[in-house]
């Protein structure tokens, strides 16, 4: 990229000047802005062409001088082309920095990003949710691999991140991590805020994200249907550790609550609602935004089931909850025990609530929006998009008022 870069040698008179020699100084222009430094050397004003930014005559010592400033302005280009070179920001004040040999010490990409999350786990269940913190802390270890594959350091001055640091971060996370399109571009979001934070201090002067462009795609989210999600609910399974599995999904199911808020749910979170019946009142972890959630028969028919389990009464929780990762295991297998074909997680019972035992049964779509704590209705909208079902019945619905 070419950047406007000017020299100029002129005299600067003091104040109240009336005669005598003048110093000289340089005057250093890049891209509008300007930096100035003396060259040490005066010169009467009669012996100065200021066009030419040189000392006037054939005396030896105004040759002497001339030779000086030449010297000067060499060594000026010198630390232009040593900027360049080092894919650092070509600034006023940093050539003027490295002609005086008094270099600012850059700060380093991984050192900025490690202090970023040693403040954010700092914070973490007062500003940020535990997730937020481990997402950020698999960005740095997938930044850090990547400054050791592409150039083979420790950590890299965050003056020489740029444009192309940014697409081939891209490349590897896609090609050498094999991350998908979603990954790729989410963990490229944790990096720019390291940026942002790298811009607001100014220790960078470019933004490297100013020409780049990366879109998430949608994805379709798996919910089960009515007749699956009877099929899971009726299964007899020969282990209790799958039936309790199976229960906590199916309570997720029937309250639309996300995993860690099932997994904290207490007693005190339950109760008595406007309509005299027991509900839910609970801030969702990720958003810190209320739920209110109505409670349905078959949700408090799973509630009653584990009321004197020993894991609940001991922690003060409603369900004997394990962790995410067997919870996503287990239900892999009730899957295929229940003959279902579609990949099911825990989150893909918050789908179904907000489908099948919502939209689907003629819930309103803010209410659907209430209960999830959703931020924004867009969000609730994306359900209501794939309902091809609901789709479906509305039309039937419209022929029957038409044939009338």
């Avoid at 994805?219 to 299964?235: D, G, H, I, N, Q």
Wanted: charged share 30%; hydrophobic share 35%.
């Amino acid at each position: 990229m070419s950047i406007n870069f000017r020299l100029l040698f002129y005299l600067k008179k003091p104040k109240n000047y009336q005669q005598g020699p003048v110093p000289i100084y340089l005057r250093i222009t890049v891209a509008g802005k300007r930096s100035e430094l003396a060259t040490g050397r005066t010169i009467e004003p009669a012996s100065w062409l200021a066009q030419a930014g040189r000392a006037l005559g054939k005396k030896e010592e105004i040759k002497s001088l001339n030779a000086y400033l030449e010297i000067l302005q060499a060594r000026v280009y010198e630390a232009q082309r040593q900027l360049v070179e080092a894919r650092q920001p070509l600034t006023a004040e940093a050539l003027k920095d490295r002609l005086l040999g008094r270099e600012a010490k850059g700060r380093m990409l991984l050192e900025v990003f490690s202090e970023h999350n040693r403040k954010m786990e700092a914070l973490v269940g007062e500003e940020f949710a535990p997730g937020t913190l481990e997402r950020y802390t698999t960005s740095l270890r997938h930044t850090r691999d990547f400054v050791k594959w592409k150039y083979a350091i420790e950590d890299v001055d965050v003056r020489q991140v740029d444009h192309a640091f940014v697409t081939d971060y891209e490349f590897y996370l896609r090609s050498v991590r094999k991350c998908s399109n979603n990954t790729a571009v989410k963990y490229i979001k944790n990096f720019g805020k390291i940026i942002r934070i790298c811009l607001a201090n100014g220790w960078i002067t470019m933004n490297p994200f100013l020409h780049y462009k990366a879109k998430l795609r949608k994805v379709e989210r798996a919910y089960l249907s009515e007749e699956e999600l009877e099929r899971m609910a009726e299964k007899k399974f020969v282990s209790d550790r799958l039936t309790q599995v199976r229960d906590i999904f199916l309570f997720s199911c029937y309250t639309g609550l996300a995993y860690v808020d099932v997994q904290q749910l207490k007693r005190a979170d339950i109760q008595t609602g406007v309509d005299g019946e027991q509900w839910i009142f609970k801030n969702r972890q990720k958003t810190d935004t209320p739920s209110r959630i109505p409670l349905l028969p078959k949700a408090l028919t799973i509630l009653a089931r584990y009321q004197d389990h020993p894991q609940c009464l001991y922690e003060d929780r409603l369900l004997p909850v394990p962790s995410n990762q067997k919870m996503n295991a287990y239900l892999k297998e009730i899957a295929d025990v229940c003959g279902i074909e579609k990949p099911v997680t825990f989150h893909t019972a918050r789908h179904t609530f907000a489908t099948t035992v919502t939209l689907l049964k003629g819930v309103p779509m803010e209410s659907d929006s209430k209960m999830l704590g959703h931020t924004s209705m867009r969000t609730t909208q994306h359900y209501a998009k794939i309902l091809d079902v609901k789709v479906g019945e509305d039309m039937r619905l419209l022929r029957e008022r038409l044939k009338q």
